[in-house]
């Protein structure tokens, strides 16, 4: 089970962290990534983090402004600075539980994750 929060209204260049608390995976999960999803737009892979060695990734649209981490609690968080008008979506972490992908490769379609939470509203906006 996965369980979002932390999303909210914020003014443009401004910060917010969303957070995802995540349980209940009897096998494990191998990758837990970030998602997003514009109004009208496709669901999109934001960043994502390696459970082996905590190797993070991003999409070049938010490198250098967004940050994920990991809690010794296996909740993860997604920090999120000088935001844009084009980071407004819903957020979604998911996690990839089955199979492995070597680095420097990661998982950046839908397709590839096996569980997910049901998402916060991110709106940035003045």
């Known amino acids: 089970q996965l369980v979002e929060s932390g999303g909210g209204l914020v003014q443009p260049g401004g910060s917010l962290t969303l957070s995802c608390a995540a349980s209940g995976f009897q096998w494990g999960w191998n990758f837990i990534g970030w998602f997003r999803q514009a109004p009208g737009k496709e669901r999109e892979v934001v960043a994502c983090?390696?459970?082996?060695?905590?190797?993070t990734n991003y999409i070049d649209s938010v490198k250098g402004r967004f940050t994920m981490s990991r809690d010794n609690t296996d909740t993860f968080y997604l920090q999120m600075n000088n935001l844009k008008s084009d980071d407004t979506g819903v957020y979604y972490c998911?996690?990839?539980?089955?199979?492995?992908?070597?680095?420097?490769?990661?998982?950046?379609?839908?397709?590839?994750?096996?569980?997910w939470g049901q998402g916060t509203q991110v709106t940035v906006s003045s």
């Open positions: 983090i390696r459970r082996t060695d905590g190797t």
């Open positions: 998911a996690a990839h539980t089955v199979g492995t992908i070597d680095p420097p490769n990661w998982p950046k379609e839908v397709w590839q994750y096996d569980d």
